[in-house]
């Protein structure tokens, strides 16, 4: 400084004057400083020394003052990486120093040069602490975490490979960081990893844990997802390693192990493996069991399609048997007849020789003079029904008992069996009689006569010519003493009355004769003659005599007296036909004459001496004649009623038939009418087919010459194309009719109208009954 009374000035900062009366200031050296004013240095911060000379922090040392302090070594944690550090940074996250370090160290776990430490990825590690790099975790061994320090060995039933993060789980088993647990029964893993078990697909199974793949059920089982086993398929029975199926009759409707069980009655089971038992179809049924199924009773054919017994039929048993005919002689109108007892048997009065007949209207009337009676069978031919007997007729057709064979009237006979007309009942010839229904006429007592037609042994008289040798005292005696006779006549009065008819039908028909006065030998027979039937009559006398002195209860002497009066006559027949064989004979040439001489005188003594006993038998023959005609009136009335009655059943008869026949013709008429139906349905059906590939033929041709330019219709392959000499193949659609040029490709070829083809369909559609 200028010397002067100026007053000192103090060193600027960075200079120093260590003397008094320093005219200047020394600057300070180096990394070294001062305040105004000073009088020495100071070492910078991050220096140390005298300040004349100062010396900076090595690196891992650091002063943070100015001044001539020691450097302080940087504490664990911290480092100085420069000399002269006025502090020591903090080491960066993940790393470490120890005290007085110039750098940093990575953590165990970390990689870097310790200004920056990053951490080991997952899948490896670092067990010291440095600048190295992290290593892969060994194959076996892992690490889930970044910055492991270690590896972690694998768990049971896992693996690794080299660097991993984590163990998978072997095949079979499943988990995560190395717990590992077996795939239960049902599910399986076919690869390591820490994937999750998979449930065994339906139709497989895995039976014990820890599963890589699942077995396949085997035929005719199955299973659900995630089975620990398989079970049989229904229709199948086993424990499900082994299915058998069931067997045709028996049927498993559900999957399982239980066993088949039988159909049910009415259902079967035609196939092995069945699931259920189908239902018989109508009309057929089966038992419990059952691998098909029968026709019930009533119907024959085949268990799909059982078909009723027509009419005239029946079948009582189960099967596919046919359906048995009713027999001759019977009917039947019902369909599935499923027992005999349906053939209804011909009415009475009717047969039928029809095996399997349908309706009554077979059923024929039996024939004129013969009958059938309720109750004994359906009779089988007209030879069944019963003829009318002998002396008897009937000309009723269909009768139905023997009421309608009307007996020949008295005076008439038939020898024929089963007559069917009143003419075959024939007159009574003479010296016979029939009392009615006779199928002979009964000859007249010997020594007796009876007219043609004669109705009543009655009918038969004794010759005049022998009985009447009787004086009038006799014929009174009798008449008067004879009240009761036993044998044929009730009383005196009746044999008197008798004996006078005989007489006058003698006197008046000419019946008998007497012995000519002229002829000797004829006399003397007459003689004879007169002899015997004046004993006749005394006998006669003295037995009804005899029977006025008995007890009217003495029954054993009115029958002996009947004995007599019976041989007693049959005596006198026998001697009177033996006298007028003998007076015949001799007076053959004179007989005439001499009886109508005789006749004449006789005429008028009896008209004389015997009025009175001559009317009363004039009334004795009217009251037998009044009651031969009430009888006669009575037959006829019978057989006119009888007539009637039958009459009526022809006719109820005849009504009936007229109803079968119009019921059968219905229903021929509905079964022809479904038979057209069917027929017509079969018929359009295959029009309809017919139509359809028509349709499906024009669409193709259609397509074809979209693609071709020309039809493959074979309706123009009428050409033969190895013919063809003007290029193309004939018929194909490509020439022109006539070969002449190519087609211009507008010109319209002629084609066949499909719809003319199948004309008949439309018909068959639009009229399907016309068939």
């Known amino acids: ?37 000073s009088v020495g240095c100071f070492c910078n911060a991050g220096y140390t020394g005298s300040g004349a000379s100062c010396t900076g922090c090595a690196a891992g040392k650091h002063k943070a003052a100015a001044g001539s302090s020691p450097c302080i070594n940087c504490e664990a944690g911290t480092y100085s990486a420069d000399a002269a550090a006025l502090e020591c940074a903090n080491c960066a996250a993940n790393s470490f120093s120890e005290e007085s370090s110039a750098e940093c160290m ?21 067990a010291a602490q440095g600048s190295g ?41 499943t988990g995560s960081g190395g717990k590992c647990t077996a795939c239960e029964a049902g599910s399986y893993k076919a690869s390591s990893g820490s994937a999750a078990c998979v449930e065994c697909e339906a139709g497989s199974y895995s039976a014990a844990a820890a599963a890589v793949e699942c077995a396949a059920c085997p035929d005719h089982a199955d299973s659900l997802a995630g089975s620990v086993g398989c079970f049989c398929d229904a229709g199948y029975t086993g424990a499900g390693d082994s299915c058998t199926a069931c067997h045709p009759g028996t049927y498993k409707p559900t999957s399982g192990s239980a066993k088949c069980g039988a159909c049910q009655a009415g259902k079967y089971s035609e196939d092995s493996g069945s699931i259920d038992c189908t239902e018989c179809s109508t009309h057929a049924t089966s038992l419990s069991g059952s691998s098909s199924c029968d026709c019930t009773a009533g119907y024959t054919g085949v268990a799909a399609q059982c078909i009723g017994c027509l009419p005239g039929k029946y079948k009582s048993v189960l099967g596919s048997s046919e359906c048995t005919d009713c027999g001759a002689g019977k009917y039947s109108v019902a369909t599935a007849a499923s027992d005999e007892s349906t053939c209804a048997e011909c009415p009475a009065g009717k047969y039928s020789g029809v095996v399997g007949a349908y309706n009554e209207a077979v059923c024929l009337d039996c024939p004129a003079g013969t009958y059938h009676a309720e109750g004994t069978g359906g009779a089988t031919s007209a030879a069944v029904c019963t003829k009318c007997d002998a002396g008897k007729f009937s000309s009723i057709t269909g009768a139905t008992d023997e009421s309608a064979c009307i007996g020949c009237a008295a005076g008439t006979m038939s020898a024929a069996v089963g007559a069917n007309d009143i003419s075959a009942c024939s007159v009574c010839p003479k010296n016979t009689y029939s009392d009615g229904s006779s199928a ?77 006065s002229s002829t000797s030998g004829s006399q003397k027979q007459n003689a004879g003659t007169a002899t015997k039937t004046k004993n006749y009559w005394a006998s006669v006398y003295k037995a009804q005599k005899k029977s006025e002195t008995t007890s009217p209860d003495d029954g054993a002497g009115k029958e002996q007296v009947a004995t007599t009066w019976k041989t007693q006559q049959t005596e006198r027949g026998r001697n009177a036909k033996e006298s007028v064989s003998r007076g015949r004979e001799a007076d053959k040439e004179t007989a005439e004459k001499a009886t109508l001489a005789e006749k004449a005188k006789e005429k008028a003594d009896d008209a004389e001496e015997h009025t009175e006993l001559v009317e009363e038998a004039l009334k004795h023959i009217a009251d037998e004649q009044a009651a031969r005609e009430h009888m006669e009136q009575a037959q006829a009335e019978a057989r006119k009623m009888a007539q009637q009655r039958y009459d009526k059943q022809q006719k109820q008869d005849t009504i009936k038939q ?23 349905n079969l018929f359009l059906q295959k029009a309809q087919e017919q139509a359809k590939e028509h349709a499906n033929k024009e669409m193709e041709d259609t397509l074809y010459k979209s693609q071709h330019g020309r039809s493959s219709s074979p309706l123009f392959q009428h050409v033969d194309a190895t013919k063809s000499h003007c290029g193309g193949t004939r018929g194909d659609g490509s020439l022109e009719e006539e070969c002449e040029e190519e087609p211009s490709g507008d010109r319209k070829r002629k084609q066949v109208d499909p719809s003319n083809e199948l004309s008949w369909v439309s018909r068959l559609q639009s009229k399907p009954n016309s068939l």
């Open 106 to 126: 990575c953590n165990a776990g970390f990689s870097g040069d310790g200004s920056s430490c990053a951490a080991c990825v997952a899948g490896t590690y670092k």
């Open 658 to 680: 007229a109803e079968v026949a119009k019921k059968i013709q219905q229903e021929d008429a509905a079964r022809n009418h479904l038979q057209k139906a069917k027929l017509a």
């Open 440 to 516: 002979e006429c009964t000859a007249c007592p010997e020594g007796s006569t009876s007219p043609e037609g004669s109705t009543g042994e009655d009918a038969c008289h004794f010759s005049m010519a022998f009985k009447y040798q009787l004086t009038k005292e006799e014929f009174s005696l009798a008449s008067n003493k004879l009240k009761v006779a036993q044998g044929p006549y009730k009383s005196a009065k009746d044999a008197l009355t008798t004996a006078i008819a005989d007489y006058t039908r003698w006197m008046y028909e000419g019946g008998g004769s007497k012995a000519a």
């Open 1 to 37: 400084l200028a010397a002067g009374s100026a007053a000192c000035s103090n060193c600027d900062a960075g200079t120093y004057s260590a003397a008094a009366a320093s005219v200047e200031c020394t600057v300070c050296a180096a990394d070294s400083n001062s305040l105004a004013g």
């Open 133 to 173: 790099a992290c290593a892969q975790c060994q194959a076996g061994k892992f690490s889930a975490d970044e910055a492991a320090l270690a590896c972690e060995e694998c768990g049971a039933h896992s693996d690794s490979a080299a660097g991993s993060t984590e163990c998978a789980c072997d095949s079979g088993y």
